[in-house]
């Protein structure tokens, strides 16, 4: 099993970054690829990114691409998520997730084992 801790939330104005962290501890945090979903008030779980065990994959929803960047260091068993040009629409709690499963980029919740506590991003307007 793998612990996961989010980090990095907070209020930011619209055009601004935000740079999310998230720890892991337990088994070989290698042996994880790793994603980012967000939750909105009212709103279904969805896929923000995802990078593979080693980091030469990246995954990235539609909403999202050319603003945040999804990176991981396995040497200190993190991974990030650098957020910038933040919209309001971007405002969630935001949750890191790990899974073994080969199809961890299809950014599907079902797909990812653990998961984070959630981190709070609010971009004001």
């Known amino acids: 099993q793998v612990q996961l801790v989010d980090s990095g939330g907070g209020l930011v104005q619209a055009g601004g970054s935000l740079r999310l962290s998230c720890a892991a501890s337990?088994?070989?945090?290698?042996?994880?690829?790793m994603g980012w979903f967000r939750q909105a008030p009212g709103k279904e779980r969805e896929f923000v990114a995802a990078?593979?065990?080693?980091?030469?994959?990246?995954w990235y929803a539609d909403s999202v691409k050319g603003r945040f960047t999804i990176s991981r260091d396995n040497a200190k068993n993190t991974v990030y998520l650098q957020m910038n040009s933040l919209k309001p629409e971007d405002t969630a709690v935001y949750y890191c997730?790990?899974?073994?499963?080969?199809?961890?980029?299809?950014?599907?919740?079902?797909?990812?084992?653990?998961w984070g506590q959630g981190t709070q991003v609010t971009v004001s307007s």
């Open positions: 997730a790990a899974t073994e499963s080969g199809t961890y980029y299809r950014g599907l919740v079902k797909d990812y084992d653990y």
């Open positions: 337990g088994r070989t945090f290698s042996s994880y690829a």
């Open positions: 990078i593979s065990w080693g980091g030469g994959n990246r």
